[in-house]
């Protein structure tokens, strides 16, 4: 009877889970047969276009159809409103982490929660390491463009953060506004991120290095002066010019040379490492629990989820100097 007691006050203390859009409603996609240029476009700018699970999953479906889809020979990836994206949604990954929370890593590989499948608990390795090898998975919508076999273009403006820069490092083209800012905040709060690998190649292990163990986000200035980005325009005349790179690459040799093409580029990159790097990423984020911190380092325990994950990461960005801060306001502020 005490065991029963106890298990219902412990229910009554869960936080319910926010209701959040449909997938559909996030992750809009068009395809123009004509020009065979399909548009994945990520529309939830009042979120910072931050993907929900759902939305992540059907991210990766859609890519998947476009690479199978004869109508379709480049993909592009926009962001609506201000900005490309700032990363996931952190109040859905609080839920999921929190002790408190109601909503089930189950969720991330498809499985519902009555489907008879029981998650490994808390404690146990597998409880984050079978997550973070989905990393490594292009079905699961974080490694996704590395398999898509056409042509992938993304558009960045404002901010390109988290899950947004996995898709910066991956895409083929990335076509830019001045006033981006690229990076990932798990470099301060985690120590890594999945495309850790792919980044290092793309921009340099040097600038790269500095990125990671400052945690400093990098203007689009300097994601070009060290070869990440292919153009970089004024805001306003940033769909002119993701236009211009689309319909170029629509019209150049047929899709089955670029599908060749794009073969060669995979076997150059899996020659250098691209998938073991996803996965020993996938390792080092399962290891996290046993990270101990040393003082005022921002960590995901019971007071930072206790002030909301997301006050978390805004505090921790004031320790920073102002020009390494990730928020535009923040980069504003004087010292």
């Known amino acids: 009877m005490a065991k029963k007691t106890a298990g219902k006050k412990a229910a009554a203390k869960k936080k319910p889970a926010a209701k959040r859009p449909k997938p559909e409603d996030i992750i809009r996609y068009h395809k123009d047969p004509k020009t065979r240029i399909a548009t994945i476009t990520l529309d939830r700018p009042d979120h910072l276009n931050a993907p929900t699970i759902a939305a992540r999953l059907r991210y990766a479906d859609l890519i998947h159809r476009a690479n199978v889809d004869d109508e379709v020979k480049v993909l592009v990836i926009r962001g609506a409103g201000n900005n490309l994206g700032a990363g996931a949604d952190l109040p859905e990954q609080e839920e999921m982490l929190n002790d408190d929370g109601e909503y089930s890593l189950l969720h991330e590989f498809r499985i519902g929660e009555n489907e008879g499948v029981k998650y ?49 490092a991956d895409a083929d083209l990335v076509i830019s506004s001045d006033d981006a800012l690229y990076g990932h905040p798990s470099f301060r709060y985690v120590g890594w991120g999945p495309r850790m690998w792919q980044w290092a190649q793309t921009m340099g292990l040097r600038k790269f290095q500095e990125m990671v163990f400052t ?26 010019e993701v236009q211009k790179y689309a319909l170029a690459c629509s019209r150049t040799r047929p899709t089955d040379v670029v599908v060749m093409q794009k073969q060669f580029f995979e076997i150059m990159k899996q020659h250098q490492g691209e998938y073991m790097g996803s996965l020993l990423t996938s390792w080092l984020e399962g290891m996290f629990p046993a990270v101990r911190n040393d003082a005022d380092e921002l960590t995901l325990n019971k007071e930072t989820f206790g002030k909301g994950l997301n006050n978390a990461v805004k505090d921790n960005d004031d320790l920073y100097p102002p020009e390494f801060r990730l928020s535009k306001g923040a980069r504003k502020a004087k010292k």
């Open 120 to 168: 490994p608990p808390k404690g146990s390795f597998r409880y984050l390491g079978q997550l973070n090898q989905l990393y490594a998975n292009s079905n699961f919508g974080c490694r996704s463009l590395q398999d898509f076999k056409k042509i992938s273009i993304l558009e960045v403006k404002g901010y390109c953060y988290g899950w947004h820069f996995y898709q910066a």
């Open 215 to 240: 945690g400093r986000p990098f203007t689009a200035k300097e994601m070009y002066d060290c070869n990440f980005l292919n153009s970089v325009v004024p805001r306003e005349q940033l769909d002119a």
